[in-house]
């Protein structure tokens, strides 16, 4: 069963201190980030330690632990292969690597704590807003990412309640102290990605199974933006130009097609809702020597995955299910 899907839905406020309970919108958590607005119930400022933070929807459907597993639910990798069977996390460390971890008994150690970690599964949204905050790192920005859309064991126990979000939820928690034995799934509640939305942890026997598609979406976004663009970046030089001014021998020459595709970049990453902007504009960075074709097929197709989110859906309505 899919949710609607709506990256720019409003939130649900709850004040630490007066516990007052408020809806916004994605506009008034910017604001509120800069300490531009203050709790409506006692005056607080974001800065404080007990200051109001998103939280969960009372009818978010993932409350209800008879339809989790009847929920659609969603994970992007880097990894092809994702959730990897036989995952031998010291696969790849050098020699050296393991001499500096303290050697084998310790690599061995730290491999199974490794593989005890729990995989993650959540909204549509909060997928897209994880693939995106780590494009923008630039381990990841040229990497291949893969969406997976999740079908839970219709036999899935559920933690009573839900925790909240411990900030790099992602890498470090450990299956075993979230879901303790007799239970196969933990919800939580997320503060950065799809913010006051309910992801899950769990371990991969509770995954019946995945379909997997490449995103960005190949070769589907031929439209009159990327045209437009692609005829422009193409009549833009890229020959490298020194930046001029008092601070410029300090800057990186560059080239007015690269100055151009940023421009276009943030022009696309000014229509999304507010807290996606600077992820996206830095994911569709244009560097220097990117192909214009290529950079702008590739952006616009990242900008439909956050608009028009239907077409991703579809694409995986086509794909076959792989049990792991
Ligand atoms: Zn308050």
Redesign the pocket.
Known sequence: MERPIDFSRDRRML?G????QWLVDLEWIDRWEQSREV??????TCEHENA?RVTVDPDDLALDDDKIAQLAWYHTSTLPDWPTRDFDPAADLTPETRRMMGGSKRVAAWAARQRGKALHVGTYESAIHNMLRRMRDQADHGSQFYLYRVLLMPSVVVREGWLIDPGNFVGDVVLDEVCPPGVDVARYLNYHEDPGGLSLALGRGAVAGVQQVAVPLRDACNNDWVREAVADLDGASDALVPATGRLGRFMRPSSPRAFLGRELGAALAGKLPVNLQDQFASAAAFDEGDNPMRWARRTSCLFDLIVVPLRALAELDRQERRTV
């Open positions: 004040c201190i007066c516990a007052h709790c409506p119930g006692c005056g607080t109001p």
